[in-house]
C-alpha cells in the first residue's frame, strides 16, 4: 500500500446477537489507525500497536482489554500484515464478545481494509 485515500473509512456492523459496533479507519502512506467502538457512542478503548515488515509481525498493548485481550492484537496483526506497515487499534465493547460478535466485526475490518487496498491501487501511477 503506498499510500491512503485520506477519507476516513466508516462502516457500521451488526453481529447475529444483535450487538452494534462501529468500525471508523484513517489510512496513512505507512499504516493505519482503526478505530472500533460499540453502541451509537464513539469511545476510546484498549489499544494494541502491530507493525509487519518481511513476513513478520510484531504487536504491542498500549492499554490492555480486560475482556477481550487476543482480540485486540489479532486484528492489529491481521490489518498490519495486510498492508505490509503500522496498525493502531482502539477497540471499545460494553462487554465480553461472543464469537459471533468478533465474527461480525472481522469481516467488518476486512471489508474497509480490502477497499482500501482496491483504491489505493486504482489511485497508484
Known amino acids: ?3 491512503g485515500t485520506g477519507a476516513p473509512s466508516r462502516e457500521e456492523v451488526r453481529s ?15 499504516g493505519c489507525f482503526l478505530a472500533i467502538s460499540e453502541g451509537g457512542n464513539r469511545r476510546i478503548g484498549a489499544i494494541s500497536v502491530a507493525i509487519s515488515s518481511q513476513n513478520n509481525t510484531t504487536a504491542a498493548k498500549v492499554i490492555p482489554s480486560k475482556s477481550d485481550p487476543l482480540f485486540v492484537n489479532t486484528i492489529a ?3 498490519a500484515s495486510m498492508i505490509n506497515g503500522i496498525c493502531i487499534v482502539s477497540f471499545y465493547a ?6 459471533e460478535d468478533m465474527k461480525a466485526i472481522m469481516g467488518g475490518v476486512m471489508h474497509i481494509v480490502e477497499a ?10
Open 1 to 3: 500500500m503506498e499510500s
Open 94 to 99: 460494553k462487554g465480553q464478545l461472543k464469537l
Open 16 to 30: 447475529d446477537s444483535g450487538r452494534s459496533f462501529l468500525l471508523e479507519a484513517n489510512f496513512y502512506g505507512n
Open 116 to 125: 482500501e487496498g482496491n483504491n489505493s491501487n486504482g489511485n497508484n501511477k
Open 77 to 79: 496483526e491481521k490489518v
